[in-house]
Structure formats: C-alpha cells, structure tokens
C-alpha cells in the first residue's frame, strides 16, 4: 500500500440512534412492554428512557424492559422477590412489537422495524471509502435485524457486523475489537491505525474508554452521536445528553453521523 493510498483510520459504528432511528421502533416497542407488564400501570417517557441508557449498563432492551418493570414495582414497595417476572414472556413480547408475529422470516416482518427513518445512505460509505477511511459495525441489535437495515435497506453488500449473538454486551470493548481485526486481516491495514466508534449512548462511548485500556497500542477515538430525539428536544437537553457522551469518554459529539467524515478525524483527541 503507497503513502498516497494509506488509510486514514477505521470508523466502526453503532446502528441503533446512528445509522437508524429508533424513537418510534426500539424505544416504542420498549415501552409497549413496559406498560404491557405493568398492567398498563406504567409507561416510560423517551426521557425515563434516556436516564436508564444513561446509566451505562442497560444497552440491551429486553433487560432494560425488565428493569423498568421491577423499579415501577419496586417503588411501589414490593420487592423483586415478589415480583414474577418471565425474561422470556418479555423478550417475546418485545419482538413481537419490533419485528411483527413472524419472528424468523424478514420477509414477512411487519412491525416497527419497518419504518425506521434511516440517518444514512449507502453513498455515505462510499464516501468513506474513497476518503480512506475502512468502516464496520458493532451493534447491539440482533444479527437479523442490525443486517436487516444495513443489507436489505442502507444496500450494503456483506459488511463487517459483530452483533449481540456474537460478543459480550457494551461496554465490554470484545466485540469492537473484533470488528478491528477482521478489517485488519481483511483489507492488510496497519496494526496501530487509529479506531472510531460512533454511538449514541454512554455505553458506546464507555467501551471505547474500555478498549483503550485493553489495547493501549492503538489511539481509540469515541464519537457521541445525538439520536434525533434528542436533537429535535429542548436546547438544555441536548446539551445535557451530549454532555453525557463527553463526559463517558467521547472526543467529540455530533449532531448526526453524516458529520463524521475525513475533515473530523484530525480534530479529535482521546
């Protein structure tokens, strides 16, 4: 590979409030089965919902569902003990909602998974690939539906993708990493090349903090993504939420992904 043709960095991105929004989807199909397992007692406001992401540790919907429904019951004095819960009877319900009753075949899903506003176009990558820039995606969505939107939808051919199945949940920085390597060995990148990653939430951010000690060889770079309703929310919100990111570990935090292109990558510092 010549000096003119060396790469630039890798961009890994997250998908879920990044490449696709997920205020009506995810978080709609979240509170469905929060309000459903509360007895329609309680349904969480994007806000409630924020404040649990916020926390770091709740990136999975389904236990976040959960842990909704037991803090509702718990602030009404019972304790977890008493409260009968079937992770499975919510993680079925949660589909159900997001996917539509046909849960295997995406051909026939019907539900909010449908109709996500993408917040990116193939041309996008294209892009980064012309500026130099080799990209993939960890996720914490499922194997269906993360290549549901990038393969069937954003018309992307067979892109590197490390799922939920795949690695342990964020923040552990396993599935980032992994992403790394097979763009490594796949393209013969350089061993030290800086690493993006793109996300929305403090869990994104906090495993890029994570791979930074895990790998200290290479330069991790965190780029917060606002999710859109957080960029169409109150000015004070959004500078809470993106405080949030920087304060988790981002370099940066942006508007939208389309801002992450060439022209960014020497302005950010870990």
Same mark, same amino acid.
């Given at each position: 590979?010549?000096?003119?043709?060396?790469?630039?960095?890798?961009?890994? %991105? #997250?998908?879920?409030?990044?490449?696709?929004?997920?205020?009506?989807? &995810?978080?709609?199909?979240?509170?469905?089965?929060?309000?459903?397992?509360?007895?329609?007692?309680?349904?969480?406001?994007?806000?409630?919902?924020?404040?649990?992401?916020? *926390?770091?540790?709740?990136?999975? =919907?389904?236990?976040?569902?959960?842990?909704?429904?037991?803090? &509702? %019951?718990?602030?009404?004095?019972?304790?977890?003990?008493?409260?009968?819960?079937?992770? #499975?009877?919510?993680? =079925?319900?949660?589909?159900? +909602? &997001?996917?539509?009753?046909?849960? *295997?075949?995406?051909?026939?899903?019907?539900?909010?998974?449908?109709?996500?506003?993408?917040?990116?176009?193939?041309?996008?990558?294209? *892009?980064?690939?012309?500026?130099?820039?080799?990209?993939?995606?960890?996720?914490?969505?499922?194997?269906?539906?993360?290549?549901?939107?990038?393969?069937?939808?954003?018309?992307?051919?067979?892109?590197?993708?490390?799922?939920?199945?795949?690695?342990?949940?964020? /923040? #552990?920085?396993?599935?980032?990493?992994?992403?790394?390597? +097979?763009?490594?060995?796949? +393209?013969?990148?350089?061993? =030290?090349?800086?690493?993006?990653?793109?996300?929305?939430?403090?869990? =994104?951010?906090?495993?890029?903090?994570?791979?930074?000690?895990?790998?200290?060889?290479?330069?991790?770079?965190?780029?917060?993504?606002? /999710? /859109?309703?957080?960029?169409?929310?109150?000015?004070?919100?959004?500078?809470?939420?993106? #405080?949030?990111?920087?304060?988790?570990?981002?370099?940066?935090?942006?508007?939208?992904?389309? *801002?992450?292109?060439?022209?960014?990558?020497?302005?950010?510092?870990?």
């Amino acid at each position: 590979m010549t000096s003119l043709a060396a790469p630039r960095a890798i961009a890994v %991105f #997250d998908i879920d409030g990044v490449l696709r929004d997920v205020g009506n989807s &995810y978080r709609r199909a979240l509170a469905d089965t929060v309000e459903e397992f509360t007895g329609g007692l309680y349904r969480p406001t994007p806000e409630d919902i924020d404040r649990l992401k916020g *926390e770091g540790q709740w990136n999975n =919907d389904w236990e976040g569902s959960q842990e909704l429904v037991y803090r &509702y %019951f718990e602030a009404q004095g019972k304790s977890r003990g008493a409260i009968a819960l079937d992770y #499975d009877q919510i993680v =079925d319900f949660f589909q159900r +909602r &997001y996917r539509g009753p046909n849960l *295997e075949d995406p051909n026939q899903w019907t539900g909010y998974i449908t109709q996500e506003p993408l917040l990116a176009d193939a041309a996008y990558f294209d *892009e980064l690939t012309r500026d130099r820039i080799p990209w993939g995606f960890f996720s914490g969505a499922t194997q269906g539906s993360a290549r549901f939107v990038l393969e069937r939808r954003l018309g992307l051919s067979n892109p590197v993708l490390v799922a939920m199945e795949d690695a342990p949940g964020k /923040p #552990d920085p396993t599935g980032l990493g992994a992403v790394v390597d +097979r763009l490594t060995e796949q +393209r013969g990148l350089p061993a =030290d090349l800086p690493v993006i990653y793109a996300g929305d939430t403090v869990a =994104d951010m906090q495993t890029v903090v994570q791979a930074r000690i895990a790998q200290p060889q290479r330069r991790w770079l965190g780029v917060g993504v606002l /999710p /859109p309703h957080v960029v169409a929310g109150a000015d004070a919100y959004r500078r809470a939420y993106g #405080d949030a990111l920087l304060d988790a570990g981002a370099s940066a935090v942006i508007s939208g992904v389309r *801002e992450l292109t060439a022209s960014l990558i020497p302005t950010l510092k870990p």
